[in-house]
């Protein structure tokens, strides 16, 4: 059974870092995609980074190219997101998602959330200002 936990979040001020990670188990296949969304309270879940674990392709929303960096570690089966220079309108709870055997999609599909599998229950950031 597929299982993501998310962790890391946290409350920063702005232009402060943090690091979430989220552990995957029970995913096989060497080719999987594994995203980060994220969700305001009255706003839509919008698609943050996605990587494919086979290949290390990674794809990122504009809102957050040059700040946000997505990793993983294969051996540990861990997926992280580095956001640095985090701003108010960072603040969301963020989700992990992934797909096993994921085909190839574009940045658009990556990021926009129907295609996903599974789900984490999500760890909330907070950005004071």
């Known amino acids: 059974q597929v299982h993501l936990v998310e962790s890391g979040g946290g409350s920063v001020q702005a232009g402060g870092s943090l690091r979430l990670s989220c552990t995957t188990s029970?995913?096989?296949?060497?080719?999987?995609?594994v995203a980060w969304f994220r969700q305001a309270p009255g706003k839509e879940r919008e698609g943050v980074a996605g990587?494919?674990?086979?290949?290390?392709?990674?794809y990122y929303a504009d809102s957050v190219k040059g700040r946000f960096t997505i990793t993983e570690d294969n051996a540990k089966n861990m997926v992280y997101l580095q956001m640095n220079a985090l701003k108010p309108e960072d603040t969301a709870m963020y989700y992990c998602?992934?797909?096993?055997?994921?085909?190839?999609?574009?940045?658009?599909?990556?990021?926009?959330?129907?295609?996903?599998?599974?789900w984490g229950q999500g760890t909330q950031v907070t950005v004071s200002s």
């Open positions: 990587i494919y674990t086979g290949d290390d392709r990674a």
């Open positions: 998602a992934a797909l096993e055997r994921a085909p190839p999609m574009t940045a658009r599909q990556v990021l926009g959330g129907p295609v996903y599998q599974y």
């Open positions: 029970g995913i096989s296949g060497s080719l999987n995609l």
